[in-house]
Each structure stands twice: as structure tokens, then as C-alpha cells.
């Protein structure tokens, strides 16, 4: 009997991929990666979260303008004598669907006479209630398929869009005091993809975490897609 391969070019190892996940793409990212590694499909794996939102928020709009920022973040996901990823909980809410989208397709401003820009646009009420009462419960799901308890975990790594979503969340967890929530909202904006990294980075940068400690990361936006599980802080 043979030993069969996939026959694939080398070169194809090293193409990016892009995940179209906004606010939860980050979290999802890393649940890609780690399989990619863990399976021995490749080696190392560069998960970037990257936003310029400034391209697609109207300024004249009131509800949204002031909430957004341009961002980026990354990690490196590689082979590890432990697994530092945790299982992923992830899924879309799609009696949402239309509570984050844009407008219109960029593709839509190649029609003759196409004078809208296609603008994010977003019910922030029925956003704000989605993530408040359905959040909590994907974090539990996320803890209990890393075999953990909310006191376990060192911090609570939210995508950063709203600060009293934030507080909610953590509220209803019940975290003990020794967990950190991170707030980095309150100087970056919705970063979208960008925001957990990002506010792990402040995080590590001013040792409110330390490496081997345990973060909980749960995105949520577009779609309404989200994503959580628990990580090992690098």
C-alpha cells in the first residue's frame, strides 16, 4: 500500500488568508490557527487583526461616528509542549443579521452614477440588549469547554465596544476581584478585529497579566457572529 500525500506546492504554506469575521474575526482567527498547528498542517501561524475604520464610519452620523478607531494587533501561534488555546464557542445570531452592516457593497460604487459611500451602519440599541443578555452565557459555554470556572481565569479580554456591555458582562460572571477586565475602550474606540489584541497588549505592557496567566476572549459584532475561549497569556 502506498502512502499517499496532498501533493501541495510548499509555497501555498505561507499564503494569508483572511478571515471576514469583524469584531469576532480575531477570536476566530485563533481557533483556525491553532488547528493549523496542532494537526502538523504547518508550523507557525501569524494571527493579525487589522481595522481602519475610519474608511467605512460616516462622520456626520452621530450614533457611530464618535465610537470607532483605527487599530491593529497580532500574535504568533506555534507548537507548544501544552496547549495554549483553549477550545473555541463560536456561532452567528442570525435573528440579528442586519443589527451591524454596511450599506452597500464597495463593489456597488462601480454602478454608473453611484454617488453613496457604503457606510457602516448599526442598531446600537439591539446591539447593546443582544450582548447583555446573550454574552455571559457564550463566555460559560467557553469556560466550561476548557474545563474552568470564572474564578479560574486571571482576566476578561472583551471586544472592546462599549463600556457598560463590558461591565454588564463582567457583572453577570461574577468574577472575583483578582480578574482583571480589560477597559482599553475608553482610549482606542472600537477597534473592530483589533480590539483584543490590542487590549491584551495594554494588558502584558503594564504587567496586569503575566505570562501563563489565563484570559477569557469573546468577540462579537457583524452578523451577529461571536467567538470565545479561553487562552495562555504569551
Known sequence: MSHCTSGRPQELRHQPHDIGGACAGFSQALAVASS???SGDTE???????????????????????????????VVIGPSEQPGIGPV??????T?????????SFSALKTPGAVRWPYLEMAGTEVFRWAISAL??????????????????????????NIRIIESVASQLELPASVVVARSIR?????????????????????????????????????????AQVVTVP
Request: net charge negative.
Open 96 to 104: 440579528h443579521l442586519h443589527a451591524i452592516e454596511q450599506s452597500a
Open 36 to 38: 493549523l498547528v496542532s
Open 187 to 227: 482610549e482606542d474606540g472600537n477597534t473592530s478585529a483589533a480590539s483584543i489584541p490590542m487590549a491584551l497588549e495594554v494588558l502584558c505592557a503594564t504587567a496586569q497579566v503575566r505570562p501563563g496567566d489565563l484570559a477569557l476572549l469573546a468577540g462579537f459584532g457583524s452578523g451577529l457572529g461571536y467567538s
Open 136 to 161: 455571559a452565557d457564550v463566555i460559560r459555554e467557553a469556560l466550561d469547554a476548557a474545563g474552568l470556572e470564572p474564578r479560574d481565569i486571571n482576566a476578561l479580554i472583551l471586544h472592546q465596544a
Open 89 to 94: 464557542i463560536w456561532g452567528s445570531d442570525t
Open 44 to 74: 507557525y501561524v501569524v494571527v493579525a487583526g487589522a481595522e481602519r475604520m475610519s474608511d467605512i464610519v460616516d462622520i456626520t452620523n452621530r450614533s457611530t461616528a464618535f465610537l470607532f478607531g483605527d487599530g491593529a494587533g497580532a
